[in-house]
């Protein structure tokens, strides 16, 4: 349009508010992501374990059934190792899902120099992280503390309120636990995205963090004679933060102060990555 003619006029319509700009970005990633038959497979098979706690808990309260068989009362319990082995499990297939999603959000808009055009209007690159971050937290939660608090209403149902009485910080080690580690999957997916505009490779390197981790760890104790190398194995760190919120014994070897540390330093590596990378020009050299 000729600037001369003056036929233009600014927006009049209703604005977005400014605190919920960032749900634009999840609202059409949702819309490709679901397009995927695998991510549906998968999503409806990371439900198949909490179906399967379903059933232990149901016949965990049923003594009859369990006595035709020659069970003992008590053999089945519902407590707090019952839910770290679900958080363990579930915990295991979000990682699983953050490798297959994490590398589709944040590197099509680099390989197609799309970011400019976000960073141009009134939108932030925290919310931009944000909005994109966003994406992980939901399809994450999912599987995780959503299903999980699922089955301690469950249980409650079932046990009455006494028992929801003596175990409600059950429910708050879940929630916590699973939050935590959902941050921490988040932040590495999209670091990881953000580097690697390869999609393939980007989910085989969020795979090989937490393999080459171990291994590295495993290493270090065996040559330095120390238990530090265990800082690197994210796997053994959140492990040991998981158990102390479940009051359970630590025996990963890792103090929880360290597991905590290590943590933070992983998401604040993710985080200066991630500024590196998302801004709205490139500087080629």
Request: net charge positive.
């Amino acid at each position: 349009m000729a600037v001369y003619k003056r036929t233009y006029k600014g927006y009049s319509g209703t604005l977005t508010p400014k605190w919920s700009r960032f749900l634009i970005l999840p609202r059409y990633s949702y819309s490709r992501l679901f397009k995927s038959k695998f991510l549906l497979l998968f999503d409806l098979a990371c439900l198949i374990y909490p179906l399967g706690c379903v059933a232990y808990i149901y016949l965990a309260h049923n003594l009859s059934f369990l006595r035709a068989f020659g069970a003992r009362a008590g053999m089945l319990s519902v407590d707090a190792d019952f839910f770290l082995t679900y958080c363990s499990f579930q915990g295991g297939m979000a990682y699983l899902m953050t490798a297959f999603v994490g590398p589709s959000l944040v590197s099509p808009d680099l390989a197609n120099n799309a970011l400019p055009l976000f960073l141009c209007r009134p939108f932030s690159r925290t919310e931009y992280v944000m909005g994109r971050m966003s994406v992980l937290l939901f399809l994450l939660s999912t599987v995780t503390w959503v299903p999980g608090l699922i089955l301690f209403g469950v249980q409650w149902s079932l046990a009455g309120w006494q028992w929801a009485r003596d175990n409600w910080w059950i429910a708050g080690a879940l929630f916590i636990g699973s939050l935590i580690w959902i941050v921490v999957l988040s932040l590495i997916g999209m670091a990881m995205s953000a580097w690697v505009k390869w999609k393939v490779l980007a989910g085989t390197l969020i795979i090989a963090i937490f393999i080459a981790g171990a291994g590295f760890g495993a290493a270090i104790n065996a040559v330095m004679r120390t238990r530090y190398g265990l800082l690197i194995n994210l796997t053994q760190v959140i492990a040991t933060v998981w158990r102390k919120l479940f009051r359970l014994s630590a025996d990963t070897g890792i103090d929880l102060m360290n597991a905590w540390i290590a943590l933070g330093v992983a998401c604040a590596i993710c985080l200066w990555l991630l500024t590196r990378k998302v801004r709205a020009f490139e500087v080629v050299k």
